[in-house]
C-alpha cells in the first residue's frame, strides 16, 4: 500500500491565508447587509448564480442575523416558516428554497421601483463621504448643459474650495436673511453644526430656460425638496461597500477621530433613508457614476 505524501508546509500556508481572506469579506459582506449599502436580493442573487463565491458560502443564519432588525429570536421563526435548515448556506438553497426566501425579502425589504413621469430638477444626495461633492464637480466640467446648483453655507471654506463656484459661504446673519426673504429652496443644519441651504432663483431661471438643474444636497434637504416639488427626480448616492465609505472619510484628513465617529453614525441613519429616493447609483467610480446621473437627467428630461 502507498505511503501517504505530507502536505507542502506552503500548501498549507496559503490554504490557511485564503481561509482567512474568505472570512474577512464575508465580514465585511455582513457590514455592508447591515448598512444597507448592498441589497440582501442581490447577495442571494450571487450566491445563486455562484455557489463558490463570497456570498455563496454565507451561512443563512449569518444572513439573516446581517439584516437590520433581526435578532436570534426572530431568525430562528424566519427560517421555520421558510423550511430552511440552520446549516445551510446560500449558495446551497434548493430552488423552492431559494423562491421563498427571495418572497420574504421583497416583501420585507422592498427594491426601489423608479417613478415615471418626467422631471428636469434632479437631486443628488447620499452618507457622508460617498463623494457627491466629486460626482457633481465631474459633471460640471463634463457636462456643461446641466446647471449645477451653487448652495450656501455657514461653513468655512476648504482647503481649494472657492466661493460662487463650489458654495457660497455666508455667515449666520446673511442666512438669516435668506431663510427670512424666502430665498431658499430647502436648507437644513448639517452634523450638528453648520447651515446649508439652495438659493431658489438660480434654479427657477434655469429651469425657465430649458436648462435640466441638478442639486447635490443632503438627506434633509433632498426631503425638503420632495415635499416643495414632488415631481423632483431624487437619487441616492452609494459606497460600494461600507469599508470604502470609512477609507474616504479617514483619508479625506479633514476631521478628527471623534467627528469621524459622528459622521459615520450618521451615515448609518442616512443609509437606512436610501428607499426613499428614486434611483440609487454606486459610487465606485467617479466617472461612471457622474455618466449614470447624466443618463438619468437625459432620461428625466424626455
Known amino acids: 500500500m502507498a505511503e501517504a505524501r505530507p502536505v507542502p508546509e506552503v500548501d498549507r500556508a496559503a ?4 481561509a482567512v481572506e474568505r472570512r474577512r469579506a464575508r465580514a465585511a459582506l455582513k457590514r455592508d447587509l447591515t448598512m444597507r ?18 456570498e455563496g458560502s454565507m451561512r443563512i443564519t449569518d444572513f439573516l442575523l446581517a439584516l437590520p432588525a433581526i435578532g436570534a ?12 435548515s440552520p446549516v445551510k448556506r446560500l449558495g446551497g438553497l434548493g430552488v423552492r428554497q431559494r423562491v421563498s426566501l427571495s418572497r420574504w425579502l421583497d416583501e420585507r425589504f ?3 421601483v423608479p417613478r415615471g413621469g418626467r422631471s428636469r430638477l434632479l437631486v443628488l444626495a447620499g452618507p457622508t463621504a460617498v463623494g457627491k461633492g466629486t460626482v457633481a464637480a465631474h459633471i460640471r466640467e463634463h457636462n456643461p448643459e446641466i446647471h ?10 476648504r482647503p481649494g474650495e472657492i466661493d460662487g463656484v463650489h458654495y457660497y459661504f455666508v455667515d449666520d446673519a446673511e442666512f438669516d436673511r435668506l431663510i427670512d426673504a424666502g430665498e431658499l429652496l430647502e436648507y437644513a443644519v448639517v452634523h450638528n453644526r453648520s447651515r446649508y441651504g439652495t438659493p431658489r432663483a438660480p434654479i427657477d431661471a434655469a429651469l425657465a430656460a430649458g436648462k435640466t438643474v441638478l442639486l447635490e444636497i443632503d438627506l434633509q434637504g433632498a ?6 416639488e414632488p415631481s423632483a427626480t431624487l437619487i441616492f448616492l452609494l459606497p460600494p461597500t461600507w469599508d470604502e465609505l470609512v477609507h474616504r472619510l479617514v483619508g479625506r484628513g479633514t476631521e478628527g477621530p471623534e467627528e ?21 447609483v454606486v459610487n465606485e467610480d467617479v466617472a461612471a457614476a457622474a455618466a449614470e446621473v447624466v443618463e438619468l437627467s437625459s432620461s428625466s428630461a424626455r
Open 148 to 157: 449645477l446648483s451653487v448652495s450656501a453655507t455657514t461653513r468655512a471654506p
Open 110 to 112: 422592498p427594491v426601489i
Open 15 to 18: 490554504a490557511a491565508r485564503k
Open 73 to 84: 429570536s426572530k431568525r430562528d421563526r424566519i427560517l421555520a416558516d421558510l423550511g430552511i
Open 260 to 280: 469621524r465617529a459622528r459622521r459615520l453614525r450618521t451615515a448609518k441613519v442616512e443609509l437606512a433613508a436610501q428607499n426613499e429616493f428614486d434611483h440609487l
Open 223 to 228: 426631503r425638503q425638496v420632495r415635499k416643495a
Open 37 to 54: 449599502v448592498t441589497t440582501p436580493q442581490s447577495v442571494l442573487a450571487r450566491a445563486s448564480a455562484d455557489p463558490d463565491s463570497v
